[in-house]
């Protein structure tokens, strides 16, 4: 009986040091079956912002310029209320709250994080230029141009 609880003991503990060494190991050169190949962008991030440490400044101007960075982080913080409450509130059933108004609010938060996503990738700003050049060159034809 002790020795099972031992077992079970070790086991998840060793389950917990192996989901926190993951992300470490992919990003340790032939450490993981990549070969550390997912330090490649990482490497040259920090040794850009070594030679330039303003690329910090313009990292953030960068990605709080679209409106859907702030509806995202929004989902997110509704998603940690929610999940605060719930796990300090987790003996019988919700009625206060963020519960009070919803009845799934870590959904919601999930759902309107996604959705602030979705506006940041569908901002296709800096590509407009070429698409419409490229539409404008194929609606030319071939013996005017």
């Keep these: 009986m002790i020795l099972n609880w031992y077992l079970d003991k070790i086991k998840a503990t060793a389950l917990n040091f192996i989901a926190v060494m ?3 190991f992919q990003f340790v050169p ?11 962008p990482l490497i040259s991030y ?3 912002f070594l030679s330039y440490p303003d690329i ?8 709080f310029g679209y409106p859907g960075t702030y509806v995202a982080l929004l ?3 509704i998603f940690l209320i ?7 509130h987790w003996k019988g059933l919700i009625h206060k709250g963020p519960y009070k108004y919803v009845r799934h609010p870590q959904y919601l938060g999930i759902i309107i994080m996604t959705f602030g996503l979705t506006l940041i990738c569908l901002n296709t700003s800096p ?11 194929s609606s030319i034809p071939a013996n005017r141009r």
């Design 22 to 24: 993951i992300p470490f």
């Design 127 to 137: 590509v407009f230029p070429l698409y419409f050049d490229f539409k404008y060159k």
């Design 75 to 77: 989902g997110g913080v």
């Design 30 to 40: 032939c450490a993981s079956i990549w070969f550390g190949i997912m330090s490649l």
């Design 82 to 88: 929610s999940l605060v409450y719930q796990l300090t």
């Design 56 to 63: 910090l400044l313009y990292d953030f101007k960068f990605f």
């Design 46 to 48: 920090f040794i850009n």
